[in-house]
């Protein structure tokens, strides 16, 4: 008889890399976000933040300074009615009404919804805004108690994603007045946090954790109660519903001036447009002003900071509707270049950063991020974003500024990028807890040869080989532009020598596609991946073997119908339900795209848009998720969650706009005042669109774009300025 399987054991023990906690999935919550500067809050559908639901809290630099928060009448929980954030982020509106309220003998005393509350709630500048409108629709006046109840628990973000910690301050609490609770948190960091929560009108009873309104309300009568929460010791003497009326009326002014700057696109699909509108309005919610400019925070809960990699391929993708967030996200990653070496932050000169944290945990040491460097792609993409930034808008004046941080992270690339002098980047962590995986795919498990072993470093990964060769040719258009043609030459020497190594060292014929990586024994990874098919956004493939990969990236084992996975089926260490071995990124497929269509792949283009664009229909809010998992299409079904995936993410939120841009073939020559269109193209499920305000420098131009079969003619309704259109077909 055959001997009976031992069963797998599943230990605890074994690498974290700063795991987020999944014990319950955010994706079955489905939170309502906002977020504001460095504040964001997670609630749940009713406004509550549930003490035990994964993420929910508010937060502001990276502390968790409300760790509950729930509305109750007549002691119980309301029931909901409806439940949104507005299309622009500006506001989360929730309306609940009362269940059935008994007595202690079982007889009803207050039938269901005859007690409306319409909850207003919107973030800005460190502060929580909130009105409570609660009116009573019986025919004979009631009385009825309602509480809010609250907490406060400073948490690091890092132990809100489940981290232990040995020890911690201490929290105090105290009611300063009739209408004002104040928490205060001392900190082992020595900075001392505070958390305020006021009330108006006064509360009929307040302790540090409830605030207890007895209501009497004729029929048709309606209270109104305004509350704030601030996440600093506010100095200000506006009442709750002062700023509460304040706050909201500049709480939009963001919105309006990033809608006046960008270009608009609206088409004959009303879910596109949803999903459209949708992105634009995250994307200004992620925005955050630094002194260097705008800059797209990575995305909530998790990731609500500023993220070099991040920050750069969202400001790629969305360079051509908004290039003022490009300059943002330069000149915040240029003013945090690393100038020194200092392996406890992975740090070396000319390095753009990876992430920066302002929490406990971070200021005390006890994870590596407060400012941390181990990322082997921002550097060369950052040099990528110049370029492009520089092609976008002639803006020659603005690369003279960061042309010495160019200059610098070129260097860093030809020194301490290229670790054993091969010409190709390696990294390989400095602290033995710092991020063992330094691309994208940055999970311990994500990089791996074809028989599911780990690959040891220095590791070259493929994608990042593209980036260095786009960031080279880049640096040879700056330098032509600045005057330098001595250094053009050698930058493009640089590219081509690169481009040669490339396609020596990493194409598998076997396998009709580039390997993952190269491991520290220059021993390939030959594992399909979308990495591969990133490679074509940076142009380096031959043309022959770009037609390979396309194929490649949209047959079964890759495509699933809502995009492409980061591991083909079939391949080792395949799971649809992986962070990186078998899901599908968004951003990931609109790099790819890209890459597609500048080898001319149009109908790949399409597919994947409408992919995307089918996915994003049956997400909650039109909204693209950070990933989701990779398993094969099912008709009328829709894609699979990811429990713990951030949403929104920003270089997601970015994903329709590049997607738009790679079919419709969009790029610019300013010296020609030109915009150009590519051999556009729409896919099936729309017949128009329509590009409000695409401007080049301090022209602009409306253009409606009229699918007639595979043909898309480009008409100019309204040009303001000197540009010209100009359509290749």
Request: proline share 5%; aromatic share 8%; with cysteine.
């Amino acid at each position: 008889m055959p001997k009976a399987q031992q069963p797998i054991v599943l230990e605890a023990s074994g690498p974290t890399d700063f795991f987020i906690r999944a014990s319950s999935s955010m994706a079955e919550a489905r939170p309502r976000i906002l977020k504001h500067g460095d504040t964001f809050g997670v609630f749940d559908h009713y406004g509550d933040i549930l003490p035990d639901a994964e993420g929910n809290g508010l937060y502001h630099h990276d502390t968790r300074h409300l760790a509950g928060f729930q509305l109750f009448v007549a002691g119980r929980h309301p029931m909901l009615l409806s439940s949104t954030v507005l299309l622009n982020n500006a506001a989360l509106k929730a309306d609940l009404t009362n269940p059935d309220i008994l007595d202690d003998d079982g007889r009803l005393v207050l039938p269901r919804d005859v007690i409306h509350m319409a909850r207003t709630r919107f973030l800005w500048q460190g502060r929580l805004h909130e009105r409570l409108a609660v009116r009573n629709f019986a025919p004979q006046a009631v009385e009825v108690d309602v509480d809010l109840v609250f907490a406060a628990d400073f948490a690091d973000l890092f132990e809100a994603r489940g981290m232990a910690r040995q020890s911690r301050g201490q929290v105090r609490g105290d009611v300063q007045a009739d209408h004002t609770v104040r928490f205060d948190y001392d900190a082992q960091d020595g900075c001392q946090r505070t958390t305020t929560v006021r009330f108006e009108p006064p509360p009929t009873r307040l302790s540090i954790f409830q605030a207890r309104y007895r209501l009497h309300l004729a029929s048709g009568e309606q209270s109104v109660i305004f509350l704030s929460v601030d996440c600093a010791d506010a100095t200000d003497t506006m009442t709750p519903m002062q700023a509460f009326f304040h706050g909201i009326r500049h709480a939009r002014r963001p919105i309006r001036e990033v809608a006046a700057r960008s270009a608009g696109v609206h088409s004959s699909n009303e879910v596109v447009n949803e999903v459209l509108c949708r992105s634009a309005a995250d994307l200004t919610m992620l925005m955050t002003e630094t002194e260097g400019g705008p800059y797209p925070y990575a995305g909530v809960p998790w990731y609500s900071t500023a993220f070099g990699r991040d920050g750069l391929i969202t400001a790629l993708l969305m360079l051509w509707v908004d290039p003022a967030l490009a300059r943002g996200v330069l000149g915040s990653l240029a003013n945090t270049q690393a100038t020194t070496e200092d392996p406890a932050a992975d740090a070396e000169p000319g390095k753009i950063i990876h992430e920066m944290r302002d929490g406990e945990m971070a200021r005390l040491g006890l994870v590596p991020f407060r400012r941390y460097y181990g990322t082997v792609d921002a550097t060369p993409l950052f040099v990528v974003l110049a370029g492009a930034y520089y092609a976008r808008t002639g803006d020659l004046e603005a690369i003279r500024v960061l042309d010495p941080n160019i200059q610098a992270a070129l260097g860093w690339m030809e020194q301490y990028g290229d670790r054993d002098g091969d010409g190709l980047l390696e990294y390989g962590r400095r602290r033995e807890d710092g991020l063992l995986n330094q691309g994208w795919k940055d999970s311990h498990d994500s990089i791996f040869h074809a028989t599911g072993e780990i690959a040891r470093g220095p590791i070259a990964l493929i994608e990042v080989q593209g980036y260095a060769h786009a960031a080279y040719k880049a640096a040879a258009d700056i330098a032509t532009a600045l005057g330098r043609p001595e250094e053009a030459v050698v930058r493009q020497a640089q590219a081509e020598t690169l481009r040669t190594a490339v396609e020596k060292q990493f194409w598998c014929e076997d396998l009709g596609l580039y390997a993952l990586a190269l491991d520290g024994d220059k021993r390939p990874c030959a594992v399909r991946t979308s990495n591969a098919g990133q490679l074509l956004f940076s142009g380096l493939p031959a043309p022959n073997r770009a037609a390979r990969v396309a194929e490649a990236m949209l047959a079964p084992p890759f495509f699933s119908g809502f995009g492409i996975r980061t591991v083909a089926t079939g391949d080792a260490r395949y799971n649809p339900m992986s962070y990186h071995n078998g899901s599908i990124w968004p951003h990931d497929n609109a790099l790819i795209a890209v890459g597609l269509a500048r080898y001319g792949h149009k109908d790949a283009v399409l597919q994947i848009m409408e992919g995307l664009f089918n996915a994003a229909a049956f997400m909650d809010l039109r909204r693209l998720p950070e990933l989701f998992c990779g398993f094969r299409r099912a008709q009328g079904a829709a894609p699979t969650l990811y429990p713990v995936a951030c949403s929104p993410q920003a270089w997601a939120s970015a994903t329709p706009f590049a997607l738009v841009q790679a079919a419709l073939g969009i790029g610019f020559d300013p010296a020609r005042r030109t915009v150009r269109f590519e051999r556009p193209r729409l896919p099936a499920s729309l017949t128009e669109m329509r590009i409000n305000n695409l401007s080049l420098g301090d022209a602009a131009v409306d253009v409606l774009l009229t699918r007639a079969g595979n043909d898309v003619a480009v008409n100019v309704l309204e040009r303001r300025g000197e540009v010209e259109v100009v359509v290749t077909v």
